[in-house]
């Protein structure tokens, strides 16, 4: 007959090591890893472009009045060409926070008291553009959406659709890559040498996907039984309202 003794604590030990108990509650912890898709940021504009902007250069929104595109550009703006190092910092929608793509834009545009009016055609513009920090040296602004709309003696009620997919990662991924700290910047614009007659309304948001995929780790402890005279957990499958959650990192899948 095998001999059994009992150690310090009072548990039963054999020749072979501690016996569990059928039943007894105890507790497992698990990392879990889990993949996400790619974040998505966005960042919605309101445009207001008067009739008093002329046909000649594009705008960018006011300074004071951010919905007001009624700052004059100076100049038709020319995709890879240098601009003013403030631009960034006065005109821009949005500044990249980690590298991204532009990947839709979506929305919607119409005239104000344009029925009156012969055919115009309205251009909105999407570009990026990069800071000399503690300097004043220009620097190049990219083109990254532009999308044209035409209006012909249209009322009110009339709108057409913003809609745009660049599809950047999938297409051209240097092209529409926006480096952190890049500054997003709208224009609009009056096509041809018409006078400018209507007021324009627009309102439409700008998608911008992570270029990093993101993943987040978890530790979890759940309480699991252990099976008698054995030392294999059999640990519950679907856990309790008693499990512990210890926090969530997220951080980048190594490739």
């Known amino acids: 007959m095998r001999r059994k003794t009992r150690n310090i604590t009072g548990r039963n030990v054999t020749n072979a090591g501690t016996r569990l108990n059928s039943g007894l509650n105890t507790i497992t912890n698990f990392d879990l890893v889990t993949a996400v898709t790619p974040k998505w940021l966005s960042e919605h504009v309101r445009m207001r472009f008067p009739s008093s902007a002329g046909a000649t250069v594009d705008y960018f929104s006011d300074y ?64 990026k553009k990069s800071a000399v920090v503690a300097g004043t040296s220009t620097s190049a602004m990219n083109l990254l959406f532009t999308q044209s709309f035409i209006f012909n003696a249209s009322s009110n009620q009339y709108i057409l659709a913003i809609d745009g997919r660049t599809d950047s990662r999938v297409n051209n991924p240097t092209s529409y890559t926006i480096p952190a700290k890049e500054g997003v910047i709208v224009s609009v614009k009056r096509g041809g040498i018409a006078a400018a007659c209507a007021d324009i309304s627009a309102s439409f948001s700008m998608v911008f996907e992570l270029i990093e995929d993101q993943a987040t780790t978890s530790e979890f402890m759940f309480p699991s039984l252990s099976g008698s005279n ?8 679907s856990p309790d309202e008693n499990y512990r959650f210890l926090g969530t990192t997220a951080k980048k899948i190594s490739e």
Do not use: M
């Open 230 to 237: 054995h030392r294999i957990d059999e640990t519950i499958s």
């Open 64 to 127: 004071n009045h951010i919905s007001q595109f009624k700052t004059s550009a100076g100049a038709f703006l020319i995709d890879g060409n240098n601009y003013a190092n403030r631009n960034i910092s006065s005109f821009s929608q949005f500044i990249a926070p980690v590298d991204c793509y532009l990947k839709s834009v979506s929305g919607f545009i119409s005239p104000q008291s344009g029925s009156g009016c012969g055919a115009e055609t309205i251009i909105i513009s999407i570009w």
